[in-house]
């Protein structure tokens, strides 16, 4: 679930803490710049673990700051595939069951990797799965805060980086003081997760029926 990932960085540490060790101020930058964020095809950045090297510190003209070139490793949530971790429901929509761990939020259990056969319960916005047992069938409710266990299938790394503005499409120039950009409703797409682990479920605890497990193949 975590691994050690090898990083190098070149870190600008300002004239004003100079004063504290060159070590400490290092490893305060790196946690700033990186803890908590995610690294296209790394995953998500936890904490620094070490500094292995660092390397001569430079001052630019035009720039009292030090610029350090720094070996270092650093914790990251980055799970393998088939990896089997714990989390709860944090709801469920159409497009199947979010799952969070507390520190990560982007874990989507898809419709087609639920136990068959399972449906969306419209009034109460939860996915059913339609238990059978030797007394007939029980309705199964993934309501949100129950733990669950589930198995990673997939994963997906969107590069979020900023582009530029969309050229406007419009051949005749705007009236003075008329802006030829798109409305926000028609320009704003809808915001993408840096990182997305898609699962399979595995376990859920139901009351009366136990410890309920299955895998999908």
């Not at 803490?17 to 710049?33: G, H, P, S, T, Y």
């Not at 430079?58 to 610029?67: E, N, Q, R, T």
């Not at 030829?180 to 699962?199: F, H, I, M």
Request: a negative charge; hydrophobic letters at 40%; aromatic letters at 12%.
């Amino acid at each position: 679930m975590f691994v050690l990932v090898e990083m190098v960085d070149t870190v600008r540490i300002p004239p004003w803490v100079f004063d504290r060790q060159l070590n400490d101020a290092i490893a305060e930058e790196l946690n700033k710049k990186l803890a908590n964020k995610v690294v296209y095809n790394v995953g998500l950045c936890i904490c620094l673990y070490d500094i292995t090297k660092l390397e001569d510190s430079y001052i630019f003209p035009g720039d009292g700051a030090s610029h350090t070139k720094v070996h270092f490793r650093f914790v990251v949530f980055h799970p393998f595939l088939d990896e089997i971790l714990a989390g709860k429901i944090k709801y469920c929509s159409q497009e199947g069951v979010h799952v969070t761990m507390g520190f990560f939020d982007d874990i989507l259990i898809p419709p087609e990797s639920l136990q068959q056969p399972a449906k969306f319960d419209e009034a109460e916005q939860v996915w059913v799965w339609e238990y059978e047992t030797d007394e007939g069938a029980h309705d199964l409710y993934m309501d949100p805060g129950e733990e669950i266990r589930f198995r990673v299938a997939d994963e997906v790394f969107v590069d979020t980086s900023p582009t530029g503005p969309a050229a406007a499409k419009t051949d005749a120039p705007a009236p003075p003081g008329q802006s030829t950009a798109p409305p926000a409703e028609e320009s704003g797409e809808k915001k993408e997760a840096p990182y997305t682990l898609v699962v399979r479920t595995g376990t859920i605890c139901e009351p009366g029926l136990g410890l309920l497990s299955w895998w999908n193949s």
